[in-house]
């Protein structure tokens, strides 16, 4: 009864694919390289507009409109000091 079972040492029961080349070897640690990066990449593409200058310019745009509106809407009376706090 004994007999029937396998007493190797753990690891060295397992059976390598033969079938595994330089070449599979090569492609499977490339796709492991790749897919660390994927996520790094895939947030650099998502956010482009950010890192490119397009927010910043996009937001220097709005403040001058409001500032214009602003002034617009206020006509000569300056307001130097804006109340952040209320």
């Known amino acids: 009864m004994v007999s029937e079972f396998n007493i190797k040492a753990f690891g060295y ?6 079938k595994m080349t330089k070449e599979n070897a090569a492609k499977t640690i490339e796709h492991a390289m790749g897919a660390l ?6 947030y650099l593409k998502t956010n482009e507009n950010v890192f490119s200058g397009d927010v910043n310019a996009e ?3 709005i403040n001058m ?3 214009q509106l ?17």
């Open 59 to 61: 937001i220097n745009r």
């Open 70 to 86: 602003g002034t617009i809407v206020n006509g000569n009376n300056e307001i130097r000091n804006i109340d952040i706090q209320s």
């Open 13 to 18: 029961n397992v059976i390598p694919d033969k």
């Open 65 to 67: 409109q409001t500032m």
């Open 37 to 42: 990066w994927e996520p790094v990449l895939d």
